[in-house]
Nanobody, 121 residues
Framework: QVQLVESGGGLVQPGGSLRLSCQASGRIFGINTMAWYRQAPGKERELVATIASGGGTNYADSVKGRFTISRDNIKQTVSLQMNNLEPGDTAVYSC???????????????WGRGTQVTVSS
């Protein structure tokens, strides 16, 4: 059974920084694209950032220049460094990964449970 577990959320003042981490564990034969999503109260879930297995990244326009996604393929982790946080960044942040979880060559989409990030003075 594959699990994704996030950590690092919390309360931070506007302009502050937080670093989120997500650890993949279980029966893993490979990890393809990893990503961070977020969902604010009353809003739809939105894609924040993605990182391919080779390291290529993409960001939502709203976080470009402030957030940085990175991964460690040996440790099977993905992180999100969030700087200059704004109240609009308040949301539950969830980790997502396409994982090969068996000898069959297919990628299965896995999600973490999420971690709360609150930006408030």
């Amino acid at each position: 059974q594959v699990q994704l577990v996030e950590s690092g959320g919390g309360l931070v003042q506007p302009g502050g920084s937080l670093r989120l981490s997500c650890q993949a564990s279980g029966r893993i034969f490979g990890i393809n694209t990893m990503a961070w999503y977020r969902q604010a109260p009353g809003k739809e879930r939105e894609l924040v950032a993605t990182i391919a297995s080779g390291g290529g990244t993409n960001y939502a326009d709203s976080v470009k220049g402030r957030f940085t996604i990175s991964r460690d393929n040996i440790k099977q982790t993905v992180s999100l460094q969030m700087n200059n946080l704004e109240p609009g960044d308040t949301a539950v942040y969830s980790c997502n990964a396409a994982i090969r979880d068996s000898l069959v060559y297919r990628w299965v989409n896995y999600w973490g449970r999420g971690t709360q990030v609150t930006v408030s003075s």
